[in-house]
């Protein structure tokens, strides 16, 4: 049986993803700060194992991948989007607290997964990176700096876990209906979104992908966004 850490695993996105891996015949470990949502999904699937952690929590976090054992793939997703201001307007322990969770976190989740798939001989991390890699929204500037950060490290990781087998890849989603984007709609009802299950669906794609293949950036998005085009 195939097996993936999901970290941001109670709500969104991770949720999603984790419950069509589950559905699949995966074994998931799911990673967040909220134990009692993880135990409730770990109750309904014999398959799932809870890891309640922090993942800006170096020590929990080890501890978590060790009670995991075998980890095949690693979907590197929790994050946070901050404040929603022009960065004179930022408090910089709001920033720390985005660049904690989004930048540091993830390096935390990649350098355990990195180190479990050189011992194991081999796996794949997938990075949850954002449409604000590439086209950021106005007053984010907190939440597309992590991001633009997180296509380094995906780069990076590609590069080092060729040696090792190690597979890397950056899924960029766009209005997917998570949490962050529900308060953004609250903004904006005008805003195009999709279903959180496409992205779930495109991260099951690049994880099933054989060890000679790799899906190296994969954009989903709501169709009518933005995103392309001119005014």
């Not at 999603?16 to 967040?32: D, K, Q, S």
């Not at 699937?45 to 809870?50: M, P, R």
């Not at 700096?145 to 060729?162: E, F, M, V, Y």
Request: net charge neutral.
């Amino acid at each position: 049986m195939n097996s993936i850490i999901i970290t941001g695993a109670s709500s969104g996105i991770g949720r999603a993803t984790a419950e069509l891996f589950l559905e699949n015949n995966w074994r998931v470990g799911l990673i967040a700060r909220r134990a009692e949502m993880l135990e409730e999904m770990a109750t309904a699937h014999s398959h799932a194992v809870a890891l309640p952690a922090d993942v800006t929590d170096a020590q929990a976090m080890a501890e978590a991948f060790k009670a995991f054992g075998q980890v095949d793939v690693l979907f590197n997703n929790a994050g946070i989007f901050g404040p929603s201001a022009p960065i004179d307007e930022i408090v910089l322990d709001d920033w720390q607290q985005v660049l904690s969770v989004n930048l540091h976190g993830m390096f935390i989740a990649a350098q355990l997964a990195f180190k479990h798939m050189r011992k194991q001989g081999g796996g794949r991390i997938i990075n949850n990176g954002s449409l604000s890699a590439h086209a950021p929204r106005p007053g984010s500037v907190c939440y597309t700096t992590t991001k633009h950060a997180i296509t380094g490290l995906t780069k990076s990781l590609s590069l080092d876990g060729r040696p090792f087998n190690i597979a890397c890849g950056q899924i960029d989603i766009g209005n997917a209906e998570s949490q962050i984007v529900a308060e953004l709609k609250k903004q904006n009802p005008q805003m195009d979104t999709m279903d959180v299950k496409h992205a779930a669906a495109s991260v099951l794609h690049m994880a099933a992908m054989p060890a000679q293949a790799n899906v190296q950036f994969l954009t989903v998005m709501a169709t009518k966004m933005p995103f392309v085009g001119r005014g």
